[in-house]
């Protein structure tokens, strides 16, 4: 099994912050303030939404050094071997975040095509397996189909909202990640496969 180390970085204040991916797949950005062995939690979001969302489960009365990563488990869902404290380095917030997202490897968005349909299956963020289908038509697209591909009622993701739009293969991608919570970096497209649409071909997986 892969040890999975925290790594904290200094910040501007002299308190510590890191950003990591939990157990569900969210990305989480904290960051503590230190008094003497008493940290508190200063800040704690999620970087997969619009609006900095903080975890439900999370509490912010001071704690010690030896209980950072037992709380880290218990309440943001993420277990740690080993916690190791960086001093020789300081970024700021919006420094750590971009240096983090720049290292997330890159996410393709499989697409397969037949004449003048796109279509695949795909697991999201939150490890949904979602058909999703795209119907071309004089330089605009039609999402003729896409349900939860997990279950058997054919359930229509409730984000979806976007039915008829211009086609373009950045405005394809961002519904299917603002809409569908796809997590997508990039896009492509198969014309040539042996590929059978029974599982998820890409994603989360």
């Not at 058909?131 to 330089?139: K, L, N, S």
């Not at 961002?174 to 569908?180: F, G, W």
Request: proline residues 2%; neutral net charge; glycine residues 4%.
């Amino acid at each position: 099994m892969k040890r999975s180390v925290l790594k904290l970085i200094k910040n501007e204040n002299g308190g510590w912050h890191a950003v990591f991916k939990n157990n569900h797949a969210r990305q989480i950005y904290f960051a503590l303030s230190v008094s003497g062995d008493t940290f508190t939690i200063e800040e704690c979001y999620y970087l997969d939404r619009s609006t900095k969302k903080r975890p439900k489960a999370l509490t912010f009365e001071p704690f010690s050094r030896g209980e950072l990563a037992d709380k880290i488990a218990r309440e943001l869902d993420k277990s740690f071997s080993k916690i190791r404290f960086l001093e020789n380095q300081i970024l700021t917030e919006d420094e750590l975040i971009s240096s983090y997202l720049s290292d997330e490897k890159k996410k393709i968005l499989l697409m397969l095509k037949e004449e003048n349909v796109l279509r695949t299956v795909f697991k999201n963020k939150y490890h949904r397996a979602i058909y999703f289908e795209v119907t071309r038509t004089c330089g605009r697209a039609l999402i003729s189909d896409c349900h939860y591909a997990d279950t058997r009622s054919g359930e229509v993701p409730q984000g979806l909202t976007t039915i008829y739009f211009p086609f373009s293969m950045e405005r394809l991608l961002a519904v299917v990640n603002t809409e569908l919570e796809g997590g997508f970096t990039d896009m492509a497209v198969s014309e040539e496969h042996t590929l059978v649409l029974d599982r998820p071909i890409c994603g989360s997986i």
